[in-house]
């Protein structure tokens, strides 16, 4: 794959407007056009090498788009040129950036790297999304902007679906487009553990596998077209090699890959393959269903009481921490059905111990210890809104509120970041229209349209100031229990996602639905021009 985005980019012609999504915070249009041609230097130090790549995946795109090998220069020349400027203490943060594009020269001002690929990101979408032939033409203009939030993500369910390599870096190219920059990658779950752990290789062998049958209600959709057959084995996961060449991908985008290893709930799948860890210790298999309603023979969570368990889940972490930069870790706490711990002996052993009243306090306990070994890596903890539950969690844990917006400003006012995600109106898994069959099997706890997604604001207004610089940002999130090919995770997240990016970008006075219309139907156009499918309202 190319530069992000080789494929995402406005179809018109620069004369046709300049229609950006996010858009910026300042834009002035201006007469005229840059023409980049085989004589236009790209100008920028070479002995920066985060600069050095930005510059290697710009050449690559535009070479791709139209044939043209853009000289790299570390000086004048005597054509048009495109210029990157990293001045430190520009005044624009560490992601912002000016564009200054005139007849004979482009300017792209940046403090840091990143604002450099923003600018050029910016720069990208007036070009065509696909190869034309005709000269390209960037539309003169001068641009200043900076995000509204540093956190813009997107969070990516692999474990009830799986999905390859290669559609995740196609994912991230998308994203990087639109100036996202966190994608949330939850890799394990009950019904799938996705990611290589060379100390517990039956994680891979055994619990990323499970067996679909139809009969299997949830998981299994295609119920007709296994009806009286044999069960199949489905699943998949990410070998080491696999998971570091997509952090490099990513970082090269400016995206940050958070994993989320979860625990001490929706743990089934490390349970099949390791049962000691659950409170009885009982074989199961990997389950293929969801796991509501009379389930009491599975058991999806780690016991608290064993000390065996925080070694097994330590050196797990050890590994991950290992393998992934990001700042923070996602240990997931949501969800915890307790009824075993309320009857495990070594559970209620280690309450009486540690004078814990509830099953939750007990939570809070696990939460805390995952937290104190994160912590000692050099990581911060991250969770679903229920590791506050108990009310002792450490003052630098991240909170991602998800049911709601309570338990978020509850964090805030705590002084923990916060991570506004509400599955009302964020869960892109959820139904875009009462009308379409094509997401029959979505949920419909709510209809997320993509005027509500873009209507959210993540900073609730009855947070003061400075409760407010709390929240970090915002993501959408994407559950795949009824999500199993790559179409249908396309179908689901566009448009609603260039909405998301646009408010977690753009400041909220700029922000105006009817316009984001307007600028949205290029990027539908390169969309059907580039095979990547999206729900078109008109259509239904």
């Given at each position: 794959m190319l530069f992000a985005l080789l494929c995402f980019?406005?179809?018109?012609?620069?004369?046709?407007?300049?229609?950006?999504?996010?858009?910026?915070?300042?834009?002035?249009?201006?007469?005229?056009?840059?023409?980049?041609?085989?004589?236009?230097?790209?100008?920028?130090?070479?002995?920066?090498?985060?600069?050095?790549?930005?510059?290697?995946?710009?050449?690559?795109?535009?070479?791709?788009?139209?044939?043209i090998e853009l000289n790299a220069s570390s000086g004048r020349g005597s054509g048009s040129r495109i210029v990157f400027h990293i001045v430190p203490g520009a005044g624009l943060g560490n992601e912002g950036y000016t564009l200054n594009v005139a007849r004979g020269q482009i300017d792209i001002t940046a403090a840091t790297a990143s604002g450099i690929f923003?600018?050029?990101q910016t720069l990208l979408q007036t070009l065509p999304a696909i190869r034309t032939n005709e000269p390209l033409q960037v539309p003169c203009m001068w641009v200043k902007d900076r995000p509204r939030f540093a956190w813009r993500g997107l969070m990516l369910d692999v474990s009830r679906h799986f999905f390859s390599p290669e559609m995740v870096k196609q994912l991230i190219d998308i994203m990087a487009s639109f100036k996202m920059n966190v994608l949330h990658w939850h890799l394990t779950d009950d019904q799938g553990w996705r990611i290589e752990i060379k100390k517990y290789p039956r994680l891979t062998s055994v619990g990323a596998w499970r067996m679909e049958k139809d009969e299997a209600l949830f998981y299994q959709k295609d119920t007709a077209a296994l009806k009286g057959k044999p069960s199949c084995r489905y699943g998949g996961y990410y070998t080491r090699e696999q998971v570091k060449d997509i952090i490099a991908y990513a970082a090269l985008r400016n995206i940050s890959i958070v994993p989320e290893i979860e625990m001490p709930g929706h743990s089934g799948a490390a349970l099949a393959a390791y049962p000691e860890y659950s409170c009885s210790g009982t074989p199961q298999p990997v389950p293929n269903t969801q796991l509501s309603g009379n389930f009491d023979w599975f058991h999806s969570n780690y016991c608290p009481g064993n000390p065996a368990t925080y070694t097994f889940l330590q050196n797990i972490l050890t590994e991950v921490t290992d393998l992934f930069p990001s700042k923070y870790i996602h240990i997931g706490g949501d969800e915890v059905n307790k009824k075993d711990w309320k009857t495990c002996p070594?559970?209620?052993?280690?309450?009486?111990k540690e004078q814990l009243k509830t099953e939750e306090a007990l939570q809070s306990y696990f939460i805390r210890r995952m937290e104190q070994f994160i912590r000692s890596r050099g990581k911060r903890l991250i969770g679903w809104e229920e590791i506050l539950?108990?009310?002792?969690?450490?003052?630098?844990?991240?909170?991602?509120?998800?049911?709601g917006e309570k338990r978020g400003i509850e964090a805030a006012r705590k002084h923990h970041a916060v991570i506004m995600c509400p599955g009302n109106p964020l869960y892109l898994n959820r139904h875009q229209t009462a009308n379409s069959r094509y997401e029959a099997h979505a949920p419909s706890f709510s209809i997320n349209t993509l005027e509500k997604v873009y209507a959210y604001d993540p900073l609730p207004a009855v947070l003061s100031t400075g409760e407010q610089q709390y929240v970090l940002g915002t993501q959408a999130v994407l559950w795949t229990e009824f999500i199993k090919s790559v179409d249908q995770v396309q179908y689901m997240l566009f448009p609603r996602l260039c909405a998301l990016a646009e408010i977690a970008w753009t400041p909220r006075a700029k922000q105006d639905f009817w316009s984001f219309k307007k600028r949205l139907k290029p990027r539908l156009t390169a969309f059907e021009q580039t095979g990547i499918r999206f729900f078109n309202k008109e259509r239904f």
């Open positions: 980019h406005s179809a018109l012609p620069a004369q046709n407007g300049i229609k950006l999504i996010p858009l910026p915070a300042i834009l002035t249009a201006r007469a005229g056009s840059f023409i980049i041609g085989n004589s236009t230097a790209l100008v920028y130090n070479s002995r920066n090498a985060q600069l050095k790549a930005i510059a290697r995946l710009f050449q690559d795109h535009i070479k791709e788009l139209s044939g923003y600018g050029v070594r559970c209620q052993a280690l309450m009486q539950e108990g009310d002792s969690l450490a003052p630098d844990a991240a909170v991602m509120s998800w049911i």
